[in-house]
């Protein structure tokens, strides 16, 4: 059973119809302790991150120790930028941490008509083999909508560029992040969140859990491969 984790600012409609299209098994939590008892956590995100402090305290302390044990954890969105330490966009609220690094504010370009907030269709660019981008080419395009994103670090599986190059996808043992709507994405998108699926029914192997190495999984294909 995946726990979708509902904080009242993610889009779960969306999300439960991806879920349900593809088979799989979810509820929401009404409790913390019922994230430890979790095969895999989602946590979905619209709008400003000040929204993510309803998850410190007890929820956070859940979640966080459900990711110790391994468990797999997808965050869509502002759910993947509340994995990281925080964000400008809301100073003194606490992220996950569980990835290094500062959410930061993408810069506009007037000169090629590039606006913010980042609105509609754009590539992922592929940076490392991510089983979350399995069966999937570089280049292929998935719908955003934000206005903060997440550096390129050594987490980062695929970036976008938008006037800034961000990473719009993340895959760090079992902790999995996507700042696109992967619900909104139409066919690449239900192989993402099949991809985490995929994952979640191998969660036992420890090779799984964050910083373990061996870890990375299957290469996406390359751009233009068959």
Same mark, same amino acid.
């Given at each position: 059973?995946?726990?979708?984790?509902?904080?009242?600012?993610?889009?779960?409609?969306?999300?439960?119809?991806?879920?349900?299209?593809?088979?799989?098994?979810?509820?929401?939590?009404?409790?913390?302790?019922?994230?430890?008892? @979790?095969? %895999?956590?989602?946590?979905?995100?619209?709008?400003?991150?000040?929204?993510?402090?309803?998850?410190?305290?007890?929820? *956070?302390?859940?979640?966080?120790?459900?990711?110790?044990?391994?468990?797999?954890?997808?965050?869509?969105?502002?759910?993947?930028?509340?994995?990281?330490?925080?964000?400008?966009?809301?100073?003194?609220? *606490?992220?996950?941490?569980?990835?290094?690094?500062?959410?930061?504010?993408?810069?506009?370009? %007037?000169?090629? *008509?590039?606006?913010?907030?980042?609105?509609?269709?754009?590539?992922?660019?592929?940076?490392?083999?991510? *089983?979350?981008?399995?069966?999937?080419? !570089?280049?292929?395009?998935?719908?955003?909508?934000?206005?903060?994103?997440?550096?390129?670090?050594?987490?980062? %599986?695929?970036?976008?560029?938008?006037?800034?190059?961000?990473? !719009?996808?993340?895959?760090?043992?079992?902790?999995?992040?996507?700042?696109?709507?992967?619900?909104?994405? !139409?066919?690449?998108?239900?192989?993402?969140?099949?991809?985490?699926?995929?994952?979640?029914?191998? !969660?036992?192997?420890?090779?799984?859990?964050?910083?373990?190495?061996?870890?990375?999984?299957? @290469?996406?294909?390359?751009?233009?491969?068959?």
């Amino acid at each position: 059973m995946i726990a979708l984790v509902d904080y009242g600012a993610g889009n779960l409609t969306s999300v439960r119809k991806a879920l349900t299209t593809l088979g799989a098994e979810f509820e929401t939590p009404r409790e913390p302790a019922e994230c430890k008892k @979790a095969a %895999a956590l989602i946590v979905p995100g619209v709008g400003n991150f000040a929204a993510t402090a309803v998850l410190e305290g007890p929820w *956070r302390d859940a979640i966080a120790e459900a990711v110790r044990d391994g468990t797999p954890l997808l965050g869509i969105c502002v759910g993947m930028q509340w994995l990281f330490e925080g964000s400008d966009e809301a100073p003194g609220v *606490r992220g996950l941490g569980v990835l290094p690094g500062q959410i930061q504010r993408l810069d506009g370009d %007037a000169e090629r *008509r590039l606006k913010i907030p980042h609105v509609g269709w754009n590539a992922l660019e592929f940076r490392k083999p991510a *089983r979350l981008l399995a069966g999937l080419d !570089s280049g292929a395009q998935v719908y955003f909508t934000h206005s903060f994103a997440a550096p390129v670090t050594g987490a980062c %599986a695929a970036a976008t560029t938008h006037a800034n190059t961000f990473a !719009s996808a993340v895959e760090e043992g079992n902790v999995f992040g996507v700042q696109f709507h992967p619900e909104k994405s !139409s066919d690449a998108g239900l192989q993402i969140l099949r991809n985490f699926l995929n994952v979640v029914a191998g !969660s036992k192997d420890p090779a799984l859990r964050t910083g373990a190495a061996g870890s990375e999984g299957p @290469a996406p294909r390359a751009a233009g491969a068959a």
